[in-house]
Structure formats: structure tokens, C-alpha cells
């Protein structure tokens, strides 16, 4: 880590006492981060091994260049010592080949595409409602704010057959906007969106609104673009939740598999029981985990201190 | 509040105070309607439903359009579950358990969020977007790998076995992931104390449950699950404080660096209050959705720790869909009193912890 | 001129559409099929199976899905009054579906039916009335570590092998890197012995018996291993369950099903394996546990459209070369569920396997009667508290019978 950079810059025992300091902090950090991450580099190694070399223990974690196919012209598969030699194995990509030749491209636009749309409206409905919540004052106000809060108490399992009746009423089964609609908004994003709104000043708006701004004005122009902090991490939240919605997708998408997401798509794929594909599960979470990796990699550049109120000094 | 008392001091404004009431509550309700009826149709409607379900004996599985899909019976299926029936003690042992978790699992993973968050916000740190990603890492991670991931390191013969076994030559290796024991009776034994010594009194039964049983604590298998949880729940509650962390005015902390304050003293005096909204916000969170616990619990748990890991909602869930007679009416029953219990913990948290007051 | 000539023609195609459009629709059926997702090769053989009918039958078209969670997705279209018109049933749905009525009666159209084993027929009657074709179906058998036993010194299990013999080949087999028998706390492990000692739920009388001398006996020796060290639990053993602790040689036999086949070959290919039948117990009796799924035709379906749903049924399990035929000759997990090709199936899948196929002729699908969920429960905690030896087997047991006779009070 000798890209770091520290802030002191006097050369006395006291400045290398936190030089000392600080390196012990960062090794630690480091050493936190591999922890974090080991599980998901196991998760991507295992996803390229056979299935025996996945039991094998100790397990085998350094690929070798040289590629092997898990079954031989037999369609028997090969044995643990063809792939793993030590801490060395021999990787295969069939849990990957599998799966892209079943329907993934299809999976994997229906999720980004439910994804994004759910987000963005997201974005919108849940800042509005938590402003609304944080600042104005309605009738019902506060009751409206248990009952946001209610809604995230009740264990889902028993709200999915309801719903799916109500759905099929409402004619929005097997739709993509059934899904996009049932979950336009959520409690959680709303309370968060609150939270935040309440951390600023109320002199903003009041500034602006002594210059004859009304309130729809206030939020779109002046409020909304100093909560990027939170509407990044909505982002995120929002975009997660929906990336791996299992329950949700089943319930409304369940009956048409031309609008399945990946979650759907690749239980199908690797079926259920105790014969358990290693190669498929694995390969599988590791096309579900990357991409939100990668989201919240560009998003997080958004946590930049100070941006919100940029607008507020002076 | 704040707005109608800085408006006053405005004679302009005092004139328009009435109109100006109006048309914020006009406002209000506008900006409310999209997700208040997205939520309304799509949650409370369900919701009712199922609160209606729970006073009926509806299988779950008889088509709503027969004739006699199912009766009305009233409060049955709270008394078989909460009074009078033969799964009592499974209830009260679930609730048992799940309180264990709440209490085990929401403090500690507040810490860790917050301490992670500050961590990661830090100035001098450089190459920030890996820490944040690492450290959210977890909580993208697929719960089938983790678990796998976890049973393999907590496994009679795992790393985490060998470690402490290497660390302690005394060490006997602990079953973590099948061991039924309570950490309270483990550590009371440590004392000398156990159930035989300390008298008659903890047989007497509270709610089908004896004094002992209740006060096992958390049973090895739980206390491990709930170390995973922590461990992939503990990022989600970074990014909460992370965006809250951006909402400190850095001039704040700017005019205490100029007064000389140490960066524990910033952390002590600025960082902690100011986030006290957000702490109370997450710990609500943390109430609601540890109360819930069953992703965690549905994988991890085995043939043999049924009675100390079996939550609440991993209750419901088995009551509507699994065994051998399934009954979605029940399952309703069950998870309408978990709400209750969920909605009470949440107002006394509110009313004590001082969050209320933080928040007006 | 060119425009109105090809408007013309799309006009005339268009008309034509039409017309062949009504005609078909008029012919056509349309049959919902909705399973769930078991391994990729048995989806893979479904879907192949309804192509292969739908080649067959021209006027019937069949909409599969293979749905992620069967589960959720039938019990909402149950609810909801508009389900598949045939669709898959596992053993222990069965008392409550075909109480809510949502399964049209079988006995009528299902072909052959001598030839669907006696427990699998038994699974899916109810009232006298055969509701559901049994398409394929499980059982469980000793596995036991050829290696291991060699080591020992101790022959492989012959037929007549008894529980005696069985407790002492774990001994032999124990040492420090190996139990010799791992033994899940489950009921479907322990209760082969159970029905094999001629221990069963209710007895003649219908009468309560699960806390019998015989089922104590068989719970007793199951325990047994536990208790002197000669076996454990998979989860002591770093495993998961049974196959992955067999696998990794951590017990040298264990009670598993067929479906162990495909995961120890693949899993664990150098792992030197075979199978025997559940030993017989002390008075001589044998039993085994099955578990199976059958097709069944919805209550819903009416004139053609029932008509094709028990075409496609009986296309799918009976004696044609798709049904039955293909299931043993497919090879994987599964068993046919009729007896003419349990010869074809061991031929396929390997002769090493025919004793989960031998147990067929005498195995019990454990399905405990409806409004006996307690019972499941209450099961299922005495099993566990024996298992970890926190509780003893004649009080376990007794506590789980007395549910049963609670139970039994309140319908009478």
C-alpha cells in the first residue's frame, strides 16, 4: 500500500509514532478487506472446477494454465487426482458453458432491465413520499409514517398468496409492469429518504422560498440534488434488492419463463435437491454477484464528503 | 415546527402562513400519493387479507371460488399457537430464540457499520472504492455460498477448529454448527452452576417454557449463525451511515481541527451525535429485520438444532408451506402476532432509547 | 401497381391466417403442465418427454413449466382456482390436495395399474380410489465403503444380512479417521428400520403404536451407534448430510436413497462404493422407505381437455417406450415406477445399484394421515433429542405417540 498518503508532515518522533500507527491501521484494513472478499475468490475458484475437485480437501485454490472437461468420452466423471494436484487444480469451465447455453442473455436483460426501471421509479416515489414524510406537514402525516413502517413487519412468506390473488385480479400477472409497479416504492427507501431530508437545514428551503419558489420547485431543484449520498445508496439498495428478487419475480413472473430473471432462471437451471451441481451454483452466483460489484463500485464514488451542501454556504 | 417559528419572524410571511399551511399539506399529499398507493394495493391490501385469513381455517390450497373453501373461526388459531395448543412451547421457543438473536445481532452489527463507515470515509485513505467494495462484499455474496463457505469453516475439523486448537493446546474442538447448548448454561456451568444446583424454581414453567430453558441464551448453532449474519448484514448498514456520514458539513470538522481536536475527540464530539438520527434509524432496522430472521436460519440449520435455532418467521414460513398438513391460515396467525410483537419493540425503542426525541 | 399488389397479398396471407387459425384452435387443445425443478438432467427428460407427445398428438398443445419453486407457484395457482391441468404431486401433498379436491380420480383412466408397485399405489389412494399415475420414485438402502470394509478384513453385506451383523461390520470399520456408520436425525433414516421390524403408526386397530417394543427397538439400534462410538452424526463428521459424509470416507456406511448415485459418482468418483438392501431385522421382517411424485390430472379439467390430460399421464408413466421405458432407460437417480422395467433400469444405471430397486417390493411411503402435522412435528423432536442423546428412546417415542392419541381423540 505505498500509495497512501498521509496528512502530517512534521518530522518529529511524534509524527512517526502515527506514521507507525497509521501503517499497523492500514495493514489491518487490508487484512479486514482479504477477509471480506476471500469468500466470494473462493466462490469464483470453485466455479471452475469439477465437482469432485470442489469436495476436495485441503482445497485446491492456484489454477493451472492447462483446461479439463468434467466428463470423459464415457460421460463418467473424472477423478479427483486428473484435477487437483496440492493446492493446485486443473480448472473446467462446464458449469459456465451450461449455462450460457441455456437462456441467459434473455435472464440477464429481463433482471437489468426490472432492475433499472424499479430503480429509477424508486429514485423518484420514495424521495417524494420521504420529503413528504420529513418536511410537510398533511394530514395524517405521522400516522402515514407507522404505517410505512408497519409494512416492513410482517414476514413475507404470508403476504405472497394474497398478492398473487390481487394480481391476477388487477390483470397484472406475467407482466413486466406488474413487477415494475408492485415495487415502484418501498418502506425501506422511503425511511431512508426521510432520515436523510431531515438532516438538512431547513434555512435552504426557507431561503428559497421567501424568493417565491414553491414546493415542488424547492424539492425537484434545490433539495433533491443535495441528496445524492442518499439517493446513491437507494441506488444501490434498490438496484441489489432487485438483482437477486427471487420471491417477488416467482410470484409475478413465475408463469411465464420468456420473463424470468436470473434468480428464476438459474434455480431452474440448477434444479433442487441433494444432488447438488457445484459447478452450476457456483458458476451461477458468481453471474449474479459481479454485476453488483461492479454497481456499487461506480456508485460508491458518490460518498464524497461535502457535496451536498455545496450549495449552502454563505 | 422550526418552519412555522423562523416564518413567524416574517411579517410577509405571516399573512401567508394560513395559504402557505394549505398548500403544504397540498404538496404533502401529492408527493406522498405515488408510493403511499403503490404500498397501500400491493402491501397493506395483502396484509388485511392475511389478518382476515388468520381468524379462518383456510388450508392454503383449496381454491377461493369452491364452495367451502374454508370457515371462520374466529381466534382458534392464536390459541392453538399462543395459548392452548400442542405447539405452544414450539412458539414460545422460537420467540425464545429469536429474542436471543435480536439482542445478540443489532447491537454489534451497528458497531461494525459505523466503525466500517467511518473507516472507509477517513481523507487520508486512499484507494477508498476497494475498502468500500470489500467491505460490502458480504452483503452481495450468494447466501448459498456463505453458507457453505460457513459450515466448511466452522466444521468439527475446520480452520476455525484448527486455530483455536493451535492457539490453546487444551482446546477441545466445539461442534459449532450442531451444538445445542446455551452460551448463559455454558458459562454458568463454568461456574459450578447448573441446572440440579440451583434449585427447584427453574422447572417452574412461564408460558410452557421452563426458567432454565429460558434462560439458556443463545445456543452455540445460533450464536454461529448469528455471527454470519453480522458478517453479511454489517455492509448494507455501511452504506446507511456512509451516506449519512456525506451530510457532515466538512466545515464542521474543519473549525475542530483548528481548536486542536484529536480525531478521537472529532469522532467523540462531532461525528457520534450528529449521527444519532442515523444510529436510530439503523437500529430500528436492525429491530424489524433481525425479528424476521429466516434466510439465515432456513440455510444453516440442521436435523439436530431444530429447538434452538428455529425463529419466529422461519416458523411461519414452515406452517404455511412444509410437513404434512400446511395451513396458511395458522402461518397468518402466527406471523400477524410476530408483527405485533415486531410493532411494540419498535415503539419502545422509539419512546426509550430517546430516538424521538433526536428526530424532532 | 407493386404497393396494391403486395397490400393484396398480405391481405390474402393475412385471410388465410385467419381462417387456419380458427380451424386449428377449434382442434387444437391447450394442456397446462406445471413440475418443478429437479436436476438439470430429469428437466431436460421432461421436456423432452412432452416433446415427444406432442409430436405424437398433433391436436394437443402442451404448455410445460418447470417452475423454481413448485411449491409457491401451484399452492397460488390453487388458490387462486386456475392451476395446470396436469401437474406433478409429491407423496406428502397428497392427503391435503387430494382433500381439497383439487385431483381428478384416477382409477378409471390410469393404465395398468397392477403394475405400479403396491407402496407407490398406496401412496396416492385415498377412499379406495387410485387418484395419481406414481412416475417414477426413491428408496433407501446400506451403502457401504467397499474399501473400508476390505481394511477391515470384514466381507461386503449379503442379502441375509442382519442388524447384529450391520452393528458389528461398525465396529470393525471404526478407526480414527472413520465411523463406521453415519446416522442422520432423521426420521426418514430410521424409520426403514422401523417398518422393518414390523413397527408401524397405527396397528391393526388402528390404534396409536408408535411407542411399540418394536419401535423402540428400532429407534434403540439406530442410536446405538451413536451411543458406543461405532457411528455419529453427518454434522459432527464435517458433512452436511449422510452422502457427503459416505463421500468423503468419514463413515463407512450410512442409509441413504438412489439419489446418492449421481452425487457420489460425480462427487466423489474415486470413492469405492456399493449397495445392499436395509438389513433384515431381528424377527426376520424387511422394510425400506419410498418416496415418490406421480402426475395427476386436474378436478378442473372436463370433456377433451381431460380426455388429453390422461392421454398425456398415461404417456408419461404407463408401458409405452416414453413412459416408464424411458425413465429406466434414461439411467439417472430415479426408478420406474413399474415393476417390468426395474431389470431395464439396473441394466442402465449399473447391476452394483439393483438393491434400491429390490426394496421397491417391500418398502412403506411414510406418509402420516391428514390433520397428523403434530404428529410430523413431535416426530421429528423426538428424533432429534435421541440422536444427540439428551432424551431416551422409550420416552422420546412415547411423548410422540401421545400426540398421535391426542390427535386421534380430538377427530373422534
Known sequence: MASLAFTSQSHSMRSLLRRVLAVMAVGFLVGFALIQITPCVLTIANSFKCDAAVENRPMPFIPLPETVTCRDETGVFISADEQVDGFFFRPSVDGYRKILESQLPRWVFNTAFLSIAVTILRLVFDSMAGYALARLKFPGNRALFFVVLGTMMIPGVVLLIPRFLLLKQLGLLNTYQGYIIVLAADAFGILLMKQFFESIPREVEEAAMVDGANRYVIFFRIVLPMATPALTALTIFGFQGNWNNFMDALIILGGDTDLYNLPLGLTVLRGSGLDVQYDLVLAGSVITTLPMAVIFFIFQRYFVEGISYTGLKG | MSAATTAAGNPVAIQDQAQQNRSDAFAGLSFVAPAAIVLFVFLILPLLVALYFSFTNWSGTRPLDHPEAYEVVGLKNYDRWLVSGRRVDDFYRAIRNTLYYVIGVVPVQTVFALLLAVVVNQRWLTRKGFFRTAFYFPSITSSIVVSFIFLFLFSAGGPINAVLGALSPNYEPVAWTTNNDGLFHLLLESLGITEDTVGAWVETEIMDIDIWEWIAGPSVALSTIMALAIWTTTGTLMVIYLAALQGIPSSVYEAAEVDGATNWAQFRHITLPLLKPTTFFVVTLGLIGTFQVFDQIYVLQNDQTGRTTTSVAYLVYNTAFEGNSPNLAEASAIAIVLFVIIFIATILQRRFVGGDRAEE | MKISRTIGLVLICAMWYTLVGIASAQDMVTLRVWTG?????????????????????????????????????????????????????????????????????????????????????????????????????????????IDAFEAAG????????????????????????????????????????????????????????????????????YQSFVADGTGDLPGNLNAGWNGEAFGQASAAMTIEGNWAIGYLNDTF?????????????????????????????????????????????????????????????????????????????????????????????????????????????????????????????????????DVAREIQAEME
Open chain 3, 37 to 145: 425443478s429437479s436436476s438439470p438432467v430429469e428437466n431436460e427428460f421432461k421436456e423432452a418427454q412432452i416433446a415427444a407427445f406432442e409430436e405424437a398428438n398433433p391436436g394437443i398443445d402442451v404448455e410445460l413449466l418447470i417452475s423454481p419453486d413448485y411449491g409457491t407457484q401451484i399452492r397460488a395457482g390453487f388458490a387462486s382456482g386456475d392451476y395446470a391441468e396436469v401437474f406433478t404431486v409429491g407423496q406428502f401433498d397428497f392427503p391435503q390436495w387430494q382433500h381439497d379436491g383439487l385431483l381428478a380420480p384416477g382409477s378409471m383412466y390410469i393404465e395398468a395399474q397392477d403394475d405400479i408397485y403396491q407402496g407407490l399405489r398406496d401412496a396416492f389412494t385415498a377412499d379406495g380410489e387410485l387418484y395419481c399415475a406414481a412416475k417414477d420414485f426413491s428408496t433407501l438402502a446400506l451403502l457401504y465403503n
Open chain 3, 154 to 221: 470384514i466381507d461386503a453385506p449379503s442379502a441375509d444380512w442382519t442388524w447384529n451383523d450391520m452393528a458389528a461390520a461398525a465396529a470393525a470399520t471404526t478407526n480414527d479417521d472413520m465411523v463406521g456408520f453415519s446416522a442422520a436425525a432423521d426420521k426418514f433414516r430410521w424409520m426403514t428400520l422401523f417398518y422393518a421390524n414390523g413397527a408401524d403408526v397405527f396397528d391393526m386397530d388402528g390404534a396409536v403404536a408408535f411407542d411399540s417394543d418394536a419401535a423402540i427397538e428400532a429407534l434403540g439400534f
Open chain 3, 269 to 401: 468418483p474415486d470413492l469405492n462404493w456399493g449397495v445392499a438392501e436395509i438389513p433384515v431385522a431381528p424377527n426376520g421382517g424387511r422394510g425400506t422407505l419410498t418416496f415418490t411424485e406421480c402426475w395427476a390430472v386436474s378436478s378442473r379439467a372436463e370433456g377433451a381437455v381431460a380426455e388429453a390430460a390422461w392421454a398425456l399421464v398415461n404417456f408419461l408413466t404407463g408401458e409405452g417406450e416414453h413412459g416408464g421405458h424411458a425413465v429406466a432407460a434414461a439411467g439417472f437417480g430415479v426408478m420406474p415406477a413399474r415393476a417390468q422395467f426395474a431389470d431395464l433400469w439396473s441394466e442402465t444405471v449399473g447391476e452394483e445399484y439393483a438393491a434400491f430397486v429390490t426394496g421397491a417390493g417391500y418398502a412403506t411411503a411414510p406418509i402420516f394421515p391428514l390433520g397428523f402435522g403434530d404428529l410430523d412435528a413431535a416426530v421429528n423432536e423426538a428424533t432429534s433429542l435421541v440422536m444427540t442423546m439428551e432424551d431416551d428412546v422409550a420416552d422420546a417415542l412415547t411423548e410422540a405417540a
